[in-house]
């Protein structure tokens, strides 16, 4: 059975879609610990990150980077985090994070609730940055 990430790609279930290409997919985390919580999923469905082949794992570094970047440009901050837990869903997802101090990155923390509107600009301002880099 797909996985709720594959149906997120695929468009069966709605998200709010950070940056694409063909291999990768980064969209907001619904339950953000500050925003512009993101997470990037590889469109190939693995369970655990580590199951990775090398090539396709240090190609999903680099794509995060490209995120981790243009979401540092729309939410500054010392640096963008990231955590890889996927003790929730099984399908292999990197957490980036922008942070202030090191507790910004605690997932005990409690969590933004965010309207869709601010999902949505949210992700389109990260999304204009990502997109216009790679022109
Ligand atoms: P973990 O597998 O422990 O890394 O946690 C999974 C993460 O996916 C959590 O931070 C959830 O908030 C997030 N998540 C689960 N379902 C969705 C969804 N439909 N859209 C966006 N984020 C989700």
Redesign the pocket.
């Known amino acids: 059975m797909a996985t ?1 990430f594959s149906k ?1 790609i695929a468009g069966e ?1 709605p ?1 709010y879609k950070v940056a694409e290409d063909d291999k990768f997919y980064a ?5 953000p610990l500050v925003k512009g919580h993101t ?1 990037v999923v590889p469109k190939k469905e693995v369970d655990y990150i580590f199951d990775l082949e090398d090539d396709e794992l240090a190609e999903m570094h680099v794509f995060a980077k490209s995120v981790a970047l243009a979401i540092q440009k729309a939410f500054p901050c010392k640096k963008v985090g990231e955590a890889v ?5 099984p399908h292999a ?1 990197i ?1 980036l994070i922008p942070i202030q101090n090191e507790s910004d990155m605690l997932f005990s923390n409690p969590k933004l609730s965010l309207t869709s509107d601010e999902f949505s600009s949210i992700a389109q301002s990260i999304n204009k940055i990502w997109a216009d880099s790679k022109k």
């Open positions: 709720i997120i279930i998200s969209f907001l985390d619904i339950n997470l837990i996927g003790l929730e869903v997802h957490h």
